[in-house]
Each structure stands twice: as structure tokens, then as C-alpha cells.
């Protein structure tokens, strides 16, 4: 039976959090601890050295809407005029690098005449918006980032004190990792006395705790068995319960892992020993986020390459083949599972095969491929030309060796959705390997951007390309319209030829240089004439527009090779 994992749904607790008592903390620690706060709430804030002067900022936050500094103080008590001075001549420095905001945090929350004090620096600095962040602020603030309190308060720190009371100075951690170890093998300890066959290891995560059975001698499980049997419900209409049952179906027969949401969970039942019992202590009532049933993994035979490979057609090119390598098995009650992939990490290859001597052999291969973005175009081009390799009608098959009744062959049409991406790769890494450039694959490319690129392509590397656009406009000067119009004649057709003094093209974030072009084509057809004509005797430049006559393309090319 497949491992299980659950999560049950945490309970909360509320209590009340006593104020800080600013005024017995080390000022120095009090400052730490604020600038640490805003890094945390900002966490593109910079703090500063104040050991050679802070030139009037101890943490800055710098934005596109503007300059924000804050000034930390340790003053708990009313303020001095020493202070008051310390405070103003800190916004005057401030002042100098012109902030949008200055932002005052001390544990103190202002009397009716500090209100009155701190106005009047207002009015002194009126292009600056001024705050006063003081004690009921820091308290909410520190209430919810119970570490950073801890920090503040050392010794003082509200938890310790209760928990010295009741002689549990150790579950505190007052010695840090120390005394969480003593703690961790006290109550490990304790939970190895529940049960004489189990031990249970905890793994706390992202805030949530796995607690995972393990024998505490070889065989502990057949003296000492558990049966869990969960009862699921798959409403028909529902389609996440569809693929969830699938998921299930898939786990079960092939040795998968899968995950089922909690709302398809009927209950779980517990057949064990009542020691094993009080362990797990399950309630028939609880509710659960999710049941995983772990994969049941087996490394015989691993890792085992194989390859994908083009099976010949008639219009096929040569064939060519993918090596792959499966790292991951596992067994079902059916047959087996293989998952792995390419070395590049686009591919994940999972295949399906039912144990030999199946009245019904089945083989499924499923391919996935990850977003191109992110990855360098020279890693990835050998999977995108075998990609572009498969032509419509060909098969693919998934071979383990020489062996070729292990031989499994699926249609191409799987490739299809991603050859406009494969053509993109290999157009942007022969443009980088032109431009001496390297540097990952952009997101969110068009089939406009395929064609730019590889326009590009072609013009790092043979000087000339096909224009991307079937036409071109031209401005005609009004005093010459009638000339213009003559040189094409009745058939509106001639050539037309744009010099443009520099092409940059860009893509993504990076930008190519050209130089000077030519742009055109002998066969073109004016396609506007009558709007010049109408433009005659006027004062407007009209635009001319021109098309490249079926047959024929419009052609860019360099005027200055990079050599010269």
C-alpha cells in the first residue's frame, strides 16, 4: 500500500501581547531592531552605517514615486531640548537629498505640545511630507513579528519570563539551537514511549508540520500492522474531480505520486494496534487540506537512457534522435512508471507500462515541455531541431536501447504547438552567435518577433533579408507629385528603394545595431493613387503606399558590412 501523507487544517489561538517596556531596552538594540522592521516591510530599503554619520539617513527607500527617509530614535520618554535639536538638525541633512517623505520612528507618541513642535518643522519644510511613527505603532508592528520583539527585548521578553515561571526555561529557547535540541529529543523521547513498534519523525516546512512513521526495528510492521483506507467521493459533474480520480487511478496502478484535495475526502479509517492508534490519534471528524500518496519508488535499473527518435516517411529528412534519461520508477499494481527528461531540463518525459503478460498491454507516453523563456537558445537548439525534425504525418518513438519490442510510438502532431517556439530558438541563437552575444530566451515573443529575429538572423549573417511587411510607404513632396506619379505609369507599378541611415531591432531588453540599409523592391504597385492625385495643388506632403507584387519580396539589406 502507497504511503500516506496528510495536513490537517491548524487551530489559532489568540492572547493578549503586553506593551514594551521602551524604556529599560539598549537604545542601540532598539535601533537595530526598527531598521530590521523596515528592511522587512521594505524590502528594498537600504540601511546605513550611522558609525561615520548617517548624513541624515538611517534607512532610505528609494522609488519611482519619490525618496523616502527614515529617522530612528531611541527617546521613550518627553522629549529634550538636546533631542529636539538632535532630531531637527537630522531632517535638515535629510533635507539635502531632497526626499518626498521623512519619516520619524521613535517609541514615543507625541504630547500635545511635541504635536505643536513637530508641526512648525512641517512648516519649515513644507516640500517634504513629515511623519511621527511612534510607541503604539512600534508596539503593532512588533506584536505581529514575534523574532524581531524577541531581539529587542532579550532577557525581558515576555514569553521567557512565562515560561520560567513554569520551569520550561528550555521549550523558550532562551540558549537558541542548543536548547531546541534538548527540547526536540525530550519530546521525541516522550513520543517514542506512545507506541514499541513506531518512531515518528517531525519535518516543519513553509508552517506546516509532517510527522512520518518509520519502524523502529525491521518487521515492526507485521507485528504491529496499519491498514488506512480513505474513502473518496468523485462528483461526475465536477471536472477537478475528474482529473483528481484520474490522478488516483494513476497512483494506484503505476506507483505515482498524487495529491488529493481535501474536498474529495470522505474520512480516513485506521485499522492499528491502540498504542498505534493514540500515536496517529485520528478523529473520525477531521478535515483535511489534502491526502498525498506518496510515489513508491524503486531504483532498480536507474538511470536508464533512452531516446526519441523520428521514424522515416517519404518526405522525411534524415532521421534524427534525442537522448533522454529516466531517473525516477515506480511500481503499481498494474505495471510501471519512468519519468525524467532531457539534460536541459525542457522535457519531461513520463511513460506507462503495464507489467509483461498483460491481457491488455498498455503503453502511454506523455510529454511536457517548459516555457522556453528563461533558457540559454545554445542549450536548448538540439531539442528544437529534433522538434522541427518531426514533419506532419511522422511518428515518434521512444526507444531503450536496441530493443525494439521496447520501441513506443506516438503521432508528431504532439510537437506542433511548439515549432513556432523551436524556430524562434534556433533564429535567436544563430543572431547571437553572429553578434557575439549570449543571453536568455525573452517571454512573451509574437509571431511578429519570429519573423523580426530571424530577419535579423539573416542580416548578421549574409548581409541581406526578407522584409517582414509586405509593403512600404513613402512621402512625396507636394511640388512633385505629378513627376512621382508619372515614373509608374497607368499600371501604377515600378521600383521603389528606401535608404534609412540606421535598422535597430530589438528583442526583448536587448537591442540590435544595423547601420545604414536599403530598403525595397523592383516590382512594387502604388495602391493609393488616387489620394495623390487629390493632394495636387495642395500644401500637404500625401504618403504614397506601396505593395510588393505577388511573387516577389521586399529585401533589406546593408549598405556597410560590419567588417568594414
Given at each position: 500500500m502507497s504511503a500516506l501523507n496528510t495536513m490537517r487544517r491548524p487551530t489559532l489561538r489568540s492572547s493578549g501581547v503586553p506593551m514594551i517596556n521602551w524604556s529599560n531596552l539598549d537604545p542601540a538594540r532598539i535601533e537595530r531592531a526598527v531598521k530590521i522592521l523596515i528592511r522587512r516591510l521594505h524590502p528594498s530599503a537600504q540601511g546605513v552605517d550611522g558609525s561615520g554619520g548617517d548624513d541624515g539617513k538611517d534607512i532610505f527607500l528609494d522609488t519611482p514615486e519619490g525618496l523616502t527617509i527614515f529617522e530612528i530614535k531611541s527617546f521613550s520618554k518627553r522629549l529634550t531640548s538636546q533631542q529636539k535639536s538632535q532630531i531637527k538638525k537630522s531632517l535638515k541633512n535629510a533635507s539635502t537629498h531632497h526626499p518626498k517623505c521623512w519619516i520619524l520612528i521613535q517609541p514615543l507618541d507625541p504630547s500635545p505640545k511635541e504635536i505643536?513642535?513637530?508641526?512648525?518643522?512641517?512648516?519649515?519644510?513644507?516640500?517634504?511630507?513629515?511623519?511621527?511613527?511612534?510607541?503604539?505603532?512600534?508596539?503593532?508592528?512588533?506584536?505581529?513579528?514575534?523574532?524581531?520583539?524577541?531581539?529587542?527585548?532579550?532577557?525581558?521578553?515576555?514569553?521567557?519570563?512565562?515560561?520560567?515561571?513554569?520551569?520550561?526555561?528550555?521549550?523558550?529557547?532562551?540558549?537558541?539551537?542548543?536548547?531546541?535540541?534538548?527540547?526536540?529529543?525530550?519530546?521525541?523521547?516522550?513520543?517514542?514511549?506512545?507506541?514499541?513498534?513506531?518512531?515518528?519523525?517531525?519535518?516543519?516546512?513553509?508552517?506546516?508540520?509532517?510527522?512520518?512513521l518509520r519502524e523502529k526495528f525491521p518487521g515492526a510492521s507485521e507485528m504491529d500492522p496499519i491498514h488506512a483506507t480513505p474513502t473518496f467521493i468523485f462528483p461526475a459533474q465536477d471536472e477537478g474531480a475528474r482529473a483528481a480520480q484520474a490522478s488516483l487511478q494513476n497512483a494506484l496502478d503505476y506507483g505515482e505520486g498524487c495529491r488529493i484535495p481535501g474536498r474529495y475526502i470522505q474520512g480516513i479509517d485506521i485499522q492499528a494496534s491502540e498504542e498505534t492508534k493514540k500515536l496517529l490519534n485520528f478523529n473520525e471528524e477531521d478535515k483535511y487540506e489534502y491526502l498525498d500518496i506518496l510515489p513508491i519508488d524503486s531504483s532498480d535499473g536507474l538511470p536508464l537512457p533512452a531516446t526519441l527518435e523520428v521514424s522515416f516517411s517519404e518526405a522525411s529528412p534524415?532521421?534524427?534522435?534525442?537522448?533522454?534519461?529516466?531517473?525516477?520508477?515506480?511500481?503499481?499494481?498494474?505495471?510501471?512508471?519512468?519519468?525524467?527528461?532531457?539534460?536541459?531540463?525542457?522535457?519531461?518525459?513520463?511513460?506507462?507500462?503495464?507489467?509483461?503478460?498483460?491481457?491488455?498491454?498498455?503503453?502511454?507516453?506523455?510529454?511536457?515541455?517548459?516555457?522556453?523563456?528563461?533558457?540559454?537558445?545554445?542549450?536548448?537548439?538540439?531539442?528544437?531541431?529534433?522538434?522541427?525534425?518531426?514533419?506532419?504525418?511522422?511518428?515518434?518513438?521512444?526507444?531503450?536501447?536496441?530493443?525494439?519490442?521496447?520501441?513506443?510510438?506516438?503521432?508528431?502532431?504532439?510537437?506542433?504547438?511548439?515549432?513556432?517556439?523551436?524556430?524562434?530558438?534556433?533564429?535567436?541563437?544563430?543572431?547571437?552567435?553572429?553578434?557575439?552575444?549570449?543571453?536568455?530566451?525573452?517571454?512573451?515573443?509574437?509571431?511578429?518577433?519570429?519573423?523580426?529575429?530571424?530577419?535579423a538572423r539573416d542580416l548578421a549573417t549574409k548581409g541581406s533579408a526578407d522584409w517582414i511587411y509586405q509593403g512600404l510607404p513613402w512621402k512625396v513632396n507636394h511640388a512633385e507629385i505629378s513627376d512621382f506619379l508619372e515614373k509608374f505609369g497607368p499600371d501604377n507599378r515600378g521600383a521603389i528603394f528606401v535608404v534609412s541611415e540606421s535598422l535597430t531591432i530589438p528583442v526583448g531588453e536587448h537591442v540590435f545595431q544595423f547601420g545604414p540599409v536599403r530598403i525595397g523592391s523592383s516590382h512594387m504597385e502604388l495602391i493609393n493613387r488616387s489620394e495623390i492625385e487629390s493632394a495636387a495643388g495642395g500644401t500637404l506632403d500625401p504618403e504614397a503606399h506601396f505593395r510588393c507584387l505577388e511573387g516577389d519580396k521586399i529585401t533589406v539589406t546593408r549598405l556597410r558590412q560590419p567588417s568594414e
Open positions: 505643536v513642535w513637530f508641526n512648525n518643522l512641517r512648516k519649515l519644510h513644507k516640500d517634504i511630507i513629515l511623519e511621527w511613527r511612534g510607541r503604539d505603532w512600534l508596539d503593532g508592528q512588533f506584536s505581529l513579528h514575534e523574532d524581531i520583539r524577541r531581539y529587542v527585548e532579550g532577557s525581558d521578553y515576555d514569553l521567557l519570563t512565562r515560561a520560567s515561571e513554569l520551569n520550561h526555561e528550555v521549550s523558550a529557547l532562551s540558549n537558541g539551537i542548543s536548547d531546541a535540541e534538548k527540547r526536540l529529543k525530550g519530546l521525541s523521547k516522550r513520543v517514542d514511549e506512545l507506541s514499541p513498534c513506531y518512531a515518528v519523525d517531525l519535518e516543519v516546512r513553509d508552517g506546516v508540520a509532517s510527522f512520518f534524415p532521421p534524427q534522435s534525442l537522448p533522454l534519461q529516466f531517473t525516477r520508477k515506480g511500481i503499481g499494481r498494474k505495471g510501471i512508471m519512468l519519468s525524467g527528461g532531457d539534460t536541459s531540463g525542457l522535457i519531461t518525459v513520463t511513460a506507462r507500462f503495464d507489467h509483461p503478460g498483460a491481457r491488455h498491454g498498455r503503453a502511454d507516453i506523455n510529454l511536457k515541455f517548459a516555457a522556453m523563456q528563461g533558457f540559454f537558445p545554445f542549450a536548448i537548439r538540439p531539442i528544437c531541431e529534433f522538434i522541427l525534425s518531426a514533419l506532419e504525418g511522422d511518428h515518434i518513438s521512444l526507444k531503450f536501447g536496441h530493443l525494439e519490442d521496447k520501441a513506443k510510438e506516438f503521432n508528431s502532431e504532439l510537437f506542433e504547438e511548439f515549432k513556432f517556439s523551436a524556430r524562434l530558438v534556433i533564429a535567436l541563437d544563430d543572431l547571437q552567435k553572429a553578434t557575439k552575444q549570449s543571453f536568455r530566451t525573452p517571454g512573451d515573443l509574437t509571431i511578429e518577433d519570429l519573423y523580426t529575429i530571424e530577419m
